[in-house]
């Protein structure tokens, strides 16, 4: 096995991982076996579990942002940008990949971590102010909404549903936040 898939077979593992039980609850051992390399790969590519989580955790947010950089940049209307960007295919009952992250303490107490997701939700807000902005001044949306203001309000409903649909185990109460929140564009 190569040097980098070795290392890329690490990140994904980490990644996964990280989605399904978060930072407190992953051990090396659960990421080599995932991973299916050996105990010695971890530390030749990372200094240390934090260095692979953090890179992780990056690749997790850039995934994010590029996904929804290519929903923001089609030519369809803000409305259905933002209809695309809400039901892009996110697991409701596993939870946001840098979301779910906010309830891990862990996570949490590491300045680094925290860093990158906070990055990754301005970027992502001002990603989706320019989308309302355009949308507001072609008269596709609201004119009452103010851009910035709304562009956190998806974010938030975004993270609300996906927390409430963890929660219950069913993607109902998502679909009926995305719904609802769609009404309120029209």
């Given at each position: 096995m190569t040097n980098s898939i070795s290392r890329e077979k690490l990140?994904?593992?980490?990644?996964d991982l990280l989605w399904e039980k978060g930072l407190a609850s992953i051990s090396p051992r659960n990421i080599l076996d995932r991973a299916g390399v050996g105990?010695?790969?971890?530390?030749?590519?990372?200094?240390?579990?934090?260095d692979l989580v953090i890179e992780a955790i990056k690749r997790n947010a850039d995934e994010l942002l590029t996904n929804a950089s290519v929903i923001f940049g089609s030519g369809?209307?803000?409305?259905?940008?933002?209809?695309?960007?809400?039901?892009?295919?996110?697991?409701a009952q596993m939870g946001c990949k840098l979301g779910n992250l906010a309830a891990d303490h862990e996570v949490m107490s590491d300045t680094d971590m925290v860093d990158i997701i906070n990055r990754m939700f301005n970027s992502l807000a001002k990603m989706l102010e320019g989308v309302l902005a355009v949308g507001i001044a072609a008269g596709q949306l609201p004119r009452t909404l103010k851009p910035l203001d709304a562009a956190w309000m998806v974010i938030a409903m975004l993270q609300g549903g996906l927390v409430c649909a963890k929660v219950?185990?069913?993607r109902q109460p998502y679909e009926s936040a995305i719904k609802s929140f769609l009404c309120l564009l029209r």
């Open positions: 990140i994904e593992a980490t990644r105990q010695g790969s971890m530390y030749h590519y990372f200094k240390t579990k934090r369809d209307t803000a409305y259905r940008k933002i209809e695309a960007f809400l039901d892009c295919g996110v697991s219950g185990q069913s």
